[in-house]
Every structure is written in C-alpha cells, then in structure tokens.
C-alpha cells in the first residue's frame, strides 16, 4: 500500500470511521489530538499493508494531527529492520506521544527493543523525563520487553528508587509494571510489596491491579487485600 499524498491518507482513514468507536474513545483516551474512530484491529493492518520499501517516506508523509497517525506511525516504525534507523525514528515517535494508548499499543509492538541492552539503558534515561509520557514509556519498555530473570531484580530496584511522579499516566505505568512483576515474579515482588518505599498512591494501585489480575490465585488477592494502606 502506498499514499501520494497527506490528504489521500486521511481521505482513507475516514472511510473506516467507526462513530460508535469514536465516541467509546473520546472517553477513555485523554488526547490533544482529534480522533478519526478506527478500530485497532483495522489500524494494525493497514500498518502491516504499508510497503515496506515505502516505511520512511510513509512516514515523512504525516503530519500527525489525528490520534491515528500516531498509532500508524509508532506500528510502521516497528516494522522498521535497519538498526539505525529504527533508532532514529523511535526517538523522533517518543517525543511526540501524547496519550498512553499510543504508548501502549505502539511501544508493546516493537519487538526490536528486547533484542539490546541499550534500550533498557533507553528506559531508565527515559523514566528520568518531566514529560509525562516519555516517563511512561520508559516503564513500558521495561514491562513489555525486559521482564525477565535477568531484569527484574534491576527492575524491582527501579521501582524502589522511584518517587511519586506529578503526572497521573506515570504512576498508573508503575503500577502496572509492579503487577506484571507480581504476576511472572510472584515471590520476589511479594517480598517487595512487604518492604518498599513506594508512595501510598502507587502501591495501593499496584494491589488493586494485582488482585485484578485473572492470573493470580483467590487467596493471593485476598492476602494482597490485608497488605493495602
């Protein structure tokens, strides 16, 4: 699939608007942008139909001023293969991030940043950021691409170190994370949980999405309960 022109992409998108999906957005993602109402599933293909000898003037081609170029442009740098360029490029897509669901789907699809060190290096440089979503994508990098046995007591000291952020969508990341490590970590997040610094805000969150969670046990959630503040 190859687009001429900016005005031909979004004439595009617009014929896969979807009003009842539009509003169900406008709801839960808190954008600057305007959304379009295209379901992720139709998103993710037309990413995958982009040519791939087309990827880089694909994205020269944006101008991201709907919700949904952000997520094609974060699922077509994924597909990026040269090294460089996809580092290029995922540095340039970082800044411009603007609400956790761009964050989230495009971040978790690139399974590039699980293959070098560096980009839990990345992670860590990028949970340091006073904007608000950088800081959550470092914690997303760290969930969907290094929770593993080499990272997580890093991972776990991370956490520990880490002080209340002032952005919602922060915090909410970090308490995430700590389910997650809950989850494939269970004894070593367990002992965690009993003896931290986190403030109040992200540990009571961190339990209230462990015991969310389908994959831990009734009586976990019931003890996790005894352990909120």
Partial sequence: MKFNSYDELIEYLFTFQDLKYLEFNQKIINTTSPIIGI?????KKIAKEIDKNEIINFIHLLKNEYYEESLLEGLVIARIKDNQLFDEYLEKFVYKI????VC???I???KQLKKDKKYFNLSKKYIKSNQEFIGRVGYI?????????????????????EKLSSYYYVNMAKAWLISVCYV???????AFIKNNHLDKFTYNKAIQKI???YRVSKEDKEYLKTLKK
């Fill in 211 to 213: 015991i969310e969670s």
């Fill in 184 to 190: 494939k970590y269970r004894n070593k997040t367990l």
């Fill in 141 to 161: 990098i760290m969930m969907d691409h290094f929770m593993n046995d080499q990272h997580i007591d890093e991972i776990l000291s991370i956490l520990n170190q």
């Fill in 98 to 101: 603007n609400n956790w669901a």
């Fill in 108 to 110: 978790s699809s690139m």
């Fill in 104 to 106: 989230d789907m495009c």
């Fill in 39 to 43: 379901r992720s599933p139709i998103i």
